[in-house]
């Protein structure tokens, strides 16, 4: 797509990273709160709401709203 993200790896960061992980465990309500997706600042969740919403066609215009995708 031409996108280039901002990848942060949690287990890189042993002090910030566990608090980072609990925090996403809090706002995604699973145990198994990572991956997940911000795009522009938001919450957009598990990589599987990422590939419904290219699914469903609302990714783009979203990349495209925050600037991350110049299309």
Not at 8 to 18: F, I, N, Q, S
């Amino acid at each position: 797509m031409g996108v280039n993200p901002t990848v942060y790896e949690l287990d890189e960061d042993p002090v910030r990273g566990k608090e980072i992980e609990r925090a996403l465990v809090r706002l995604m309500g699973s145990a198994t709160a990572v991956p997940v997706v911000f795009i522009g600042g938001k919450l957009v969740g598990s990589m599987d709401r990422v590939m419904g919403a290219h699914i469903n066609g609302t990714l783009v215009p979203l990349l495209k709203e925050t600037g991350a995708l110049w299309l």
